[in-house]
């Protein structure tokens, strides 16, 4: 190993895990002494990663106490160092960090969940969005066969506890209200209309034909799918009632005739 | 490799989120925006939007801080592509990355760690700008960071450090008044030898920030306003260096935009005396 390689190895592993060997390379003085210095870079460490966590995490943590976050987050910095030049992407596990260590808060891992699909939105790449007046003016032969591209930043979670509403008052700063299980498993579309980022839940056969559509189904068997919820008479209407809050919305990049 | 931009673009500021808005609507009489590199490696959304509009008004350089030129490990290509990609949409008049190491083994630190000063490691530093530089077609500049560790191995100062990657890679230099000052207090040595020790025609740039003391050291925190030595050792880099592109880099705790550029009129003022005092 060349000196340079030993000591950012042995340095590395002090900043890392507190590894002691990089106190020979280090030279100290009255004004702080080998171990001082070097902790300097071992305390930066973890204040520029959880400053990090918590401005791509602010549901995490608004509805954390202190403590808990700090707990969270320093656990988390320990078991996934960074490997990206960009420290955007550092919580990119987070959420599956805290499914994995906090099975007594579910919601916590939700909550992750849904920042992260957010985070996300909010600079996937700039697509302009299918307009109302573009569907209207659509051949009528050209419907049955009709798929969708779906805009970069569209992302879709399934939720049980009531982390949007707990993210919504912590955003407002308002009292939160208790982490509460939802009355059934719940769909919620997150995208970005322009540079905002919305989100909104979506009812059991919308969000089932928001994952047909997004895996490629043609409008037809979009809407063949969503005669397990309706009577078949009933469905044309709903399919065209979905698909046009879908581009009112602004979800749909492209259609692909 | 076409040498030596020069070439003054006056004074500027670093571009931060906070302040988008106002200088869009407001055209302040800033002369130029630094903006950090890797804030803009998206797809889209808010920062490119913002970054592509005020790009139409000031010119731009863009700063990075992960390319690590002194790691032991391979260069990351990916990284500079992306780079690559951004200079060729927001055409910046020039780049710059820091003389230090951020990580080794796929890690990255996400801070900018100081090399032992040694002729091994310059011939490793300068071998790497060199390909940085021919991959990316342009100069780059090279900027001293402030430290709070020497290293019993290094064989120089570091301004005889710098001033021999800097020959050897045929780079240029942002020199930061402050992280000069800061080291110099950490490592005891008098930061006017580092002014007089650096190659005059190879500073492209000057960055001048605040810092925090932590017990005896100086940490470079970029959270408060430039310090008074940190103005005079400023005012002595301008006698040495002459007109040099200044701007004010703040990170943390960020005022509003008067203030910084109510700051920035003192960097002006500076400038001016000495250009009177010499005339
Ligand atoms: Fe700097």
Redesign the pocket.
Known sequence: MSGLTKIQTDFQSYVLEGGDDALQHVVGSARGSAEQRLDVYYQAYRLRLLEVIGSNYPGLKGMLSGEEFIAVCYAYIDKYPSTQPSIRWFGSYLADFLEETQADHPHWAEMACFDRVRDKAFDAADVNAVTVERLAGLAANAWSGLRFEFQPSVQKLDLLWNVCDIWRAVRKDEPMPEPELLAERTTVAVWRLDLTVCWRSMPGDEAAALVAAMNNQSFSDVCAGLCDWHDESEVPARGAGILKQWVTDGLIGRLVL | MQSSMRGNLGFGLGLRVEHYQQVLGERPAVDWFEVISENYMVDGGKPLHYLYKIREHYPLVM?GVSMSIGSTQPLNIEYLQQLKALINRVEPEWISD?LCWTGVHGRNLHDLMPLPYTEETVRHVAGRVRQVQDYLGRQMLL?N??SYVSYQASEMTEWEFLAAVVEQADCMI?L?V??IYVSSHNHEFNPLDFLAGVPVNRVQQF?L?GHSYNGELII?T?DHDVADPVWELYRQAVKRFGNVATMI?RDDNIPPLEELIEELEIARQIAGDVREAAA
Do not use: I, K, P, T
């Open positions: 700063h820091h900027e960071v402030s942002l930061d402050n992280n960055h920030a470079d970029h880099e």
